[in-house]
């Protein structure tokens, strides 16, 4: 809410100030590119991104929050230097967007003129020093397992002319009347420090919700903890989407010495006779 209202206020602000200022300088920034960071030779995996959103900094002052592509006024001119830093829809939350703490800021020196337009297109890449646990589902041994007790699907890699559009293998599942739940989980045994930021990056196509979760498992026990829902999509409009999960709340609130597992659950829906799940580029990231 705090967010909607700041946001709110810029966008007052800045029709006050062009009335008042009739000849801005403009600022246009095009969609994000994300780059291979050349220290990890490819282990921060398939570049696949969904960097939606900019914080606009201009001389170290924030100018706004904004969604790109964009167009906006600046009430300066003259040499300035410019930050833009990446930023996400945090958990799929349009309302929550926040930095994102593993990309780099894009950072430019730029001479505003009035009643001219500045245009960038920034670029970005995975910091130094991340750790990544990847399944981009591109070996037959895959670190996604079916669940023996409760799945009725199971999982098959897939490669066709239809594939998404990085990599040759995505993970398929299609639930029916037979199969009609899939519950899966990664063995990846994470052991992720508290207290530091951590997120699952997921590529994803489904035509039923998918609950992801995080296991907690301990010597005390092992805990699911249920998290983000992906979203139902139209068959007539479905495409490969990509979601940011922010994982950190939950590894704090773990007991001592937990590692963690991520967890996939899918049953087909009322009404429907088939649907089909597709998953790609598990990413676990963090410090």
């Not at 809410?1 to 246009?28: A, E, H, Q, R």
């Not at 398939?46 to 006024?73: M, R």
């Not at 500045?118 to 079916?146: G, V």
């Amino acid at each position: 809410m705090k967010l909607i209202l700041i946001l709110c206020s810029l966008v007052f602000l800045f029709s006050t100030c062009i009335k008042n200022n009739p000849d801005p300088s403009w600022l246009i920034v095009n969609d994000w590119t994300l780059l291979p960071n050349s220290n990890y030779a490819g282990g921060e995996g398939e570049l696949t991104e969904n960097i939606s959103e900019a914080w606009v900094y201009i001389d170290d002052e924030l100018i706004g929050v904004f969604q790109v592509p964009f167009k906006i006024p600046i009430l300066k001119t003259g040499a300035v230097d410019i930050k833009l830093f990446p930023a996400i829809k945090n958990n799929g939350i349009s309302a929550s967007k926040k930095v994102y703490p593993f990309m780099e800021t894009f950072q430019i020196n730029g001479v505003l003129i009035s009643n001219d337009t500045l245009i960038i297109s920034p670029t970005t890449k995975y910091k130094d020093n991340l750790n990544f646990t990847i399944e981009d589902f591109e070996d037959i041994n895959t670190n996604l397992i079916n669940d023996p007790n409760t799945s009725a699907a199971n999982f098959s890699l897939v490669n066709s002319n239809l594939q998404w559009f990085n990599g040759n293998f995505y993970a398929h599942i299609g639930l029916n009347s037979v199969d009609s739940t899939w519950v899966a989980y990664t063995n990846w045994a994470s052991y992720i420090a508290k207290g530091k930021e951590v997120y699952l990056e997921i590529d994803y196509r489904n035509t039923t919700n998918v609950l992801t979760g995080l296991i907690a498992i301990s010597p005390s026990g092992t805990i699911p903890n249920p998290h983000i829902t992906l979203q139902t999509q139209d068959t007539s409009t479905v495409v490969w989407k990509k979601i940011y999960l922010d994982l950190r709340e939950m590894v704090g609130a773990s007991a001592n010495g937990a590692y963690f597992e991520q967890s996939f659950e899918a049953y087909l829906e009322d009404g429907l006779t088939s649907s089909d799940i597709e998953i790609d580029n598990l990413k676990l990231i963090h410090f």
